[in-house]
């Protein structure tokens, strides 16, 4: 499995990003723990949402109809409605199926008051087991929205299209991954070059 860049955003203070191979790890484990983790995490990586994000999602801010969800930014960050990808439509046809009625929230409470969302801290457990099951250090379900913002990067989105992605108010947040990018590649070459001598 290839190394993931590095963990957490602790004393280093370093975004966690996963690699391709434990993203794909990952995705095999919520698919395997059933259509509403699967659903959960998908939105997560693909519109690279914070947790509090998805947890907020209402059943009425899917149009599946029009093929499109709205997504409520936190951090004072912008509402932006987006188109939903074919995949990401089934994985949500699929929950709602199965999904309790009763509640205004996409992902309902597992416990009392029904009527609330699932908390923060069900969901951060669930993306921590879920790692572990996949065999892969990650740490948050905020790797996901690193990850994702760290994949433009690399495939050349401008910091204007990323932070608009991200829903960031503001374009500085943005630049943190085009530097980490920088920063890997530079790190990378100083390896190869002082390998000779080490």
């Keep these: 499995m290839k190394r993931g860049r590095p963990v957490g955003t602790g004393t280093n203070g370093r975004a966690r990003y996963l690699s391709s191979d434990e993203l794909e790890a990952f995705f095999r484990a919520t698919k395997r723990g059933g259509k509403k983790w699967d659903l959960f995490f998908g939105l997560a990586f693909y519109f690279a949402m914070r947790v509090g994000e998805v947890v907020a999602l209402k059943v009425s801010d899917a149009n599946l109809s029009a093929h499109q969800l709205t997504i409520r930014a936190e951090k004072g960050g912008s509402c932006r409605t987006y188109d939903l990808p074919e995949r990401i439509e089934k994985k949500f046809r699929a929950w709602l199926k199965e999904r309790p009625d009763g509640n205004l929230f996409l992902f309902p409470s597992r416990t009392c008051p029904r009527t609330e969302p699932l908390s923060r801290v069900g969901a951060q457990k669930m993306?921590?087991?879920?790692?572990?099951?996949?065999?892969?250090?990650?740490?948050?379900?905020?790797?996901?929205r690193h990850t994702a913002a760290s994949m433009m990067a690399q495939a050349g989105d401008n910091v204007v299209q990323i932070a608009r992605w991200l829903r960031q108010k503001q374009v500085a947040s943005a630049e943190r991954y085009l530097s980490d990018i920088g920063r890997e590649k530079h790190?990378?070459?100083?390896?190869?070059?002082?390998?000779r001598f080490l």
Excluded: C, N, P, T
């Excluded at 993306?127 to 996901?144: M, P, T, W």
């Excluded at 790190?187 to 390998?195: F, G, I, L, N, W």
């Design 127 to 144: 993306f921590y087991e879920l790692s572990r099951k996949a065999g892969i250090g990650a740490h948050s379900v905020h790797d996901l």
């Design 187 to 195: 790190e990378r070459d100083m390896e190869k070059r002082a390998s």
